[in-house]
């Protein structure tokens, strides 16, 4: 009886706080939209609420609602620990066998696997297979391990990628319940890559439901779960990869960013992730399919738990496109300009970034100017308060199937309200953002054509203004987030806090989230780094320096 009771309460509870969620995300998307947030009076009065709400989602999602932290396995086996270009030299020169490797790999994903949740397929039978070939032809002698450093730099190293990114035989289905079962028919270009680098696919990870959302849960495979506090969120839509990198179950990964996708769940989950300059990576063989007009902000990127393994993954899924980026020119760090913001400017609707993720910038940008002797710059970018206008307005001048669209795999539209009314009843096969996200898509076409044309070329002004700023030699150092992770379902309420990394999408600029330590609560913390176009190989000098400095990746199960 006292059980029946509690359960009802507990639906009671969290029936009334998505009822909650949804007017809210409603009225503030009308207030986006329709600009009547205009004088100053409203913002202080918009900025006061918002403040006041993050508040009573900390409340209630932080305390009332919040899951059970489990703690995670130690990590045991010292090859988890290393770095991919470590293992590779270690593989190729014999001083360890590849199958040892991956099976490394493998048995910590089933270890935390019931935990964290962060793996939809899988094949391992097939990656210890792959390992023996690897071994076999080590032991053969027909190449050199020069040979093979310079034509498999990957030879024998696992790695994992997201449900969007096409793996042969396994699935992809983007968390899309209608797409349960179906599997990829060929590797994704990127993917193809990485093979032929010598790498050794081992997993697939979960995401959002159609990648378009920054927690990675759906109705098809469920939540993926935080290894430094189960009862937060990994992040999304590459949340699955930030997880399996954060807890050792990945050393090198393939993610994809819109908005934030890649940083946000790197930011999450302690590691690194790489937005690189726009045009640079393909984005062939995902699903949903990009259309050409989207791949200017869409794109494919690197994730890793070592700074030391951004460069050798990025000349690689780069391909013939590597050249662009100069990534084997000497850096001299103290030759660089830093210049920083250590907020978006003011728009009211974001949440206030949080003391610890500032204290973190701020350790980078003491560290730069005590032993380099550079005088960090803080610069008022004033468009920057409009980041979410102007990656919106940038996404709706693309050619891109809509995202009601996307929900039914292309085959008409979803009807959105209907999908509303069947959610309230549990009946539907779709999560509460994916049809939040798909009413704000009708909400925003109601934005006029001249106010979206304004906003396009307020992006193309910011975007001048960086390059400008940035040159060759300056670097820009932004938050990855306004706060370190929150508790799940807290995005709901702070959808459009993902602007913070999606602004970058909208100009093009390669940006990279750093590890820089942990919170008080044990919570990774990061720093955005961000260059001109095509000088990604400034933003990865930058972080292999603050990895020299504060020790980039932590091992979760040391602070649990």
Not at 80 to 91: G, P, R, V, Y
Not at 261 to 288: C, E
Not at 320 to 332: E, G, I, M, R
Not at 527 to 548: G, M, P, S, W
């Amino acid at each position: 009886m006292k059980r029946s009771f509690m359960c009802q309460n507990v639906i009671i509870r969290k029936g009334s706080c998505f009822l909650y969620c949804f007017s809210f995300f409603f009225i503030q998307a009308i207030m986006v939209e329709f600009g009547i947030l205009s004088t100053h009076l409203k913002d202080c009065f918009f900025r006061f609420l918002r403040q006041l709400i993050d508040l009573a989602v900390w409340i209630l999602f932080g305390v009332l609602l919040r899951e059970k932290k489990h703690p995670i396995p130690p990590i045991r086996n010292k090859l988890l620990l290393e770095t991919a270009t470590s293992l590779a030299l270690k593989i190729r020169t014999r001083q360890v066998q590849c199958v040892d490797v991956v099976s490394a790999f493998i048995s910590r994903i089933k270890d935390i696997q019931p935990i964290l949740n962060p793996v939809v397929s899988e094949r391992f039978g097939e990656a210890i297979e792959d390992a023996r070939q690897v071994d076999n032809f080590i032991q053969s002698g027909v190449k050199t391990t020069e040979e093979i450093a310079k034509e498999t730099p990957f030879l024998g190293i696992p790695f994992t990628t997201k449900d969007s990114v096409s793996v042969k035989g396994l699935v992809l289905s983007a968390g899309l319940v209608s797409r349960k079962g179906v599997k990829a028919e060929e590797d994704a270009e990127v993917v193809a890559l990485l093979r032929k680098a010598g790498a050794i696919p081992i997993a697939i990870s979960n995401v959002s439901e159609l990648c378009m959302w920054w927690e990675s849960n759906n109705n098809l495979y469920g939540r993926t779960r935080n290894p430094y506090d189960t009862s937060r969120t990994v992040g999304g839509s590459s949340g699955g990869e930030g997880c399996l990198l954060g807890v050792a179950g990945s050393v090198i990964s393939i993610g994809s960013d819109i908005g934030g996708s890649i940083r946000i769940p790197a930011f999450f989950n302690g590691v690194y992730g790489l937005k690189p300059s726009s045009g640079i990576l393909s984005s062939m063989g995902k699903y949903p399919p990009a259309h050409e007009s989207i791949c200017s902000y869409l794109t494919t990127g690197p994730m890793c738990r070592y700074a030391s393994d951004l460069k050798p993954l990025l000349k690689v899924l780069a391909g013939n496109n590597a050249s662009k980026l100069h990534l084997d020119k000497k850096v001299n760090l103290s030759q660089l300009k830093i210049y920083y913001m250590d907020n978006d400017g003011g728009n009211p609707h974001i949440t206030k970034v949080h003391p610890e993720v500032l204290g973190a910038q701020k350790k980078v940008l003491v560290h730069f100017e005590k032993n380099f002797g550079i005088k960090p710059l803080k610069v008022s970018l004033t468009n920057m308060k409009f980041a979410f206008k102007m990656w919106n307005s940038k996404m709706m001048m693309t050619k891109q199937p809509s995202f009601s669209s996307e929900m039914v795999e292309r085959n008409g539209e979803l009807n959105t309200y209907m999908e509303l009314l069947k959610w309230c009843f549990k009946l539907s096969d779709h999560t509460f953002p994916a049809i939040g996200l798909s009413l704000f898509e009708k909400l925003r076409s109601c934005q006029s054509p001249e106010e979206t044309q304004y906003f396009v070329e307020m992006c193309d002004q910011l975007q001048l203004e960086f390059q400008e700023l940035l040159a060759d030699d300056g670097v820009f150092l932004y938050p990855p987030h306004p706060e370190p992770a929150p508790c799940h379902n807290e995005p709901i309420l702070k959808f459009a806090n993902c602007v913070y990394t999606a602004v970058f999408n909208s100009l093009g600029l390669p940006a990279l989230q750093c590890p820089v330590g942990l919170s008080q609560s044990g919570i990774p913390l990061g720093v955005q780094i961000v260059t001109a176009k095509y000088n990604d190989h400034l933003t990865l000098a930058v972080a292999t320096e603050i990895e020299k400095a504060f020790g980039g990746w932590i091992n979760p199960s040391m602070w649990q």
